[in-house]
């Protein structure tokens, strides 16, 4: 099982990225896929989570209204739409996958990770 984050960058507040997650070798369609980031000197924390099963998503209180997960499921991808980004959202951003499709944003569900893309965001 393979997933493979792109998209980080450097921003300004105000601005937006789109990461993409490609997700690959798993034997059943239906996982849940999630964002996770860890910020420098903090624990590492649930961002947004996206169930390939019933297309269900769930965001971390934080980020609701600002960003926005998808899947395209053609190209085994899902996507973290991030508006209106600030200082504090400036992290590595981690995909990963929980095979049994929980649709939840405890780390310990994710069996498979990412290697993680840098989001800097300058105040």
């Known amino acids: 099982m393979q997933l493979v984050e792109s998209g980080g960058g450097f921003v300004q507040a105000g601005g937006s990225l789109r990461l993409s997650c490609s997700v690959s070798?798993?034997?059943?369609?239906?996982?849940?896929v999630g964002w996770f980031r860890q910020a420098p000197g903090k624990e590492r924390e649930g961002v947004a989570c996206f169930s390939q099963g019933d297309g269900s998503a769930h965001y971390a209180d934080f980020v609701k209204g600002r960003f926005t997960i998808s899947s395209d499921s053609s190209k085994n991808t899902v996507y973290l739409q991030m508006n209106n980004l600030r200082a504090d959202d400036t992290a590595v951003y981690y995909c990963a996958a929980d095979p049994l499709d929980r649709t939840t944003l405890t780390e310990n569900a994710f069996d498979d990770w990412g290697q993680g893309t840098q989001v800097t965001v300058s105040s």
């Open positions: 070798g798993f034997p059943d369609d239906d996982v849940t």
